[in-house]
């Protein structure tokens, strides 16, 4: 797509200063993803089960069903910090292997496919038999934040497309919407931690895409965003093809 282009390297000349921002943020991560949330957590979404099978009154059934959302949203939520914190943990042992595409696109597609029709968005995945030279549970943790990130920015009767092709002797892996697209202000700003693009339109704490880059990063891969405000995004991540 045209519009405006923004490129994210896997290496900068600001290192000290992410190697603050990055303690900071591990620091924040430990704070708040202690493993005494998830039982609370589990408790609560057993109450709402338990609740569900017998309030029969549809008024009561709508409050109920706003509660499972909103504990959804803080599993998913958490399930984020912890997947941010296991980068750090794990940064000096990133093994690539034979990464095939196609599987990981429809499972990651399957994942959102509730949410995206909830609000009336269409997911639609790219046939491929392309395989990148990655990590399997990074790169997918790569797409499947770009796809959620798609479908939460795009609005009722818009497309999320999950697709790929060879660029010389790599791969470019693309998550396209034609959602509300980032405005240039905002451009240098998306992959930091903490940062929203709309807090007004969605919930969050604005990890997914701090989560991407530090996959990137790790990974040696690249990533570029083109945007038109107003007309949808188009990040694409490249990674070494692999036969």
Same mark, same amino acid.
């Given at each position: 797509?045209?519009?405006?282009?923004?490129?994210?390297?896997?290496?900068?000349?600001?290192?000290? %200063?992410?190697?603050?921002?990055?303690?900071?943020?591990?620091?924040?991560?430990?704070?708040?993803?202690?493993?005494?949330?998830?039982?609370?957590?589990?408790?609560?979404?057993?109450?709402?089960?338990?609740?569900?099978?017998?309030?029969?009154?549809?008024?009561?059934?709508?409050?109920?069903?706003?509660?499972?959302?909103?504990?959804?949203?803080?599993?998913?939520?958490?399930?984020?910090?912890?997947?941010?914190?296991?980068?750090?943990?794990?940064?000096?042992?990133?093994?690539?292997?034979?990464?095939?595409?196609?599987?990981? %696109?429809?499972?990651?597609?399957?994942?959102?496919?509730?949410?995206?029709?909830?609000?009336?968005?269409?997911?639609?995945?790219?046939?491929?038999?392309?395989?990148?030279?990655?990590?399997?549970?990074?790169?997918?943790?790569?797409?499947?934040?770009?796809?959620?990130?798609?479908?939460?920015?795009?609005?009722?009767?818009? +497309?999320?497309?999950?697709? +790929?092709?060879?660029?010389?002797?790599?791969?470019?892996?693309?998550?396209?919407?034609?959602?509300?697209?980032?405005?240039?202000?905002?451009?240098?700003?998306? %992959?930091?931690?903490?940062?929203?693009?709309?807090?007004?339109?969605?919930?969050?704490?604005?990890?997914?895409?701090?989560?991407?880059?530090?996959?990137?990063?790790?990974?040696?891969?690249?990533?570029?965003?083109?945007?038109?405000?107003?007309?949808?995004?188009?990040?694409?991540?490249?990674?070494?093809?692999?036969?």
């Amino acid at each position: 797509m045209s519009g405006l282009l923004t490129t994210i390297p896997t290496a900068d000349n600001h290192g000290a %200063f992410n190697l603050r921002r990055t303690s900071d943020f591990q620091a924040a991560l430990l704070a708040m993803a202690g493993h005494d949330l998830r039982q609370p957590l589990q408790v609560i979404q057993s109450a709402y089960e338990w609740l569900g099978d017998r309030v029969a009154n549809n008024s009561e059934k709508a409050q109920l069903e706003r509660g499972e959302r909103a504990i959804g949203r803080l599993a998913e939520q958490l399930d984020r910090l912890i997947g941010a914190l296991r980068l750090y943990e794990h940064s000096d042992t990133i093994e690539l292997s034979h990464v095939p595409l196609g599987p990981l %696109f429809r499972r990651i597609a399957g994942e959102n496919e509730i949410a995206a029709r909830e609000k009336g968005v269409d997911i639609r995945v790219h046939v491929t038999r392309c395989a990148a030279a990655s990590n399997p549970v990074l790169l997918e943790g790569i797409v499947r934040n770009l796809v959620r990130n798609a479908v939460k920015y795009t609005d009722r009767g818009g +497309c999320v497309l999950v697709g +790929c092709r060879r660029s010389g002797h790599d791969v470019r892996i693309d998550v396209h919407d034609t959602g509300i697209g980032i405005a240039p202000q905002q451009l240098p700003k998306i %992959f930091d931690a903490f940062h929203r693009l709309d807090t007004a339109r969605v919930d969050g704490l604005g990890i997914g895409l701090f989560v991407v880059r530090r996959a990137v990063e790790l990974l040696d891969h690249r990533i570029e965003v083109r945007s038109q405000l107003g007309r949808g995004s188009r990040f694409s991540v490249f990674a070494q093809a692999s036969n």
